[in-house]
């Protein structure tokens, strides 16, 4: 397959404005900081199966249940690490929240 100059430069316009498009994008996502609170941490299922040594299963059935709040972007789970505190508080002795929490330094300081 042959291509001219001309076709070859404007195939490379294309690319470099397609391109440019892609980098916008992604500075906008980056640009997240003012979304959340600045000592808001989040965590998506593997995180939280990895910290509290569940199960992915567990964690669906705790957002079935109601009690383990969450959001969605696309397909994927997200969790506040407040929510998360709140959730161990609630749900395990305060021995168990005291491991957690050293652990995990989740410890939020205002």
């Known amino acids: 397959m042959y291509i001219d100059n001309e076709n070859f430069e404007k195939w490379m316009e294309k690319l470099s404005k397609k391109l440019t498009e892609i980098g916008q994008d ?17 965590l998506d299922n593997q995180d939280l199966a990895f910290l ?19 959001f969605t972007i696309g397909r994927k789970t997200y969790y506040r690490a407040s929510d998360i505190r709140a959730f161990v508080r609630e749900y395990a002795d305060s021995q168990t929240y005291k491991q957690f929490e050293k652990a995990n330094q989740l410890v939020y300081q205002p």
């Not at 509290?52 to 969450?70: D, E, M, N």
């Open 52 to 70: 509290l040594k569940a199960s992915f299963r567990t964690l669906q059935r705790y957002r079935a249940k109601g009690v383990l709040p969450y």
């Open 26 to 42: 992604l500075k906008s996502l980056i640009n997240t900081d003012t979304v959340f609170d600045e000592n808001e941490r989040l």
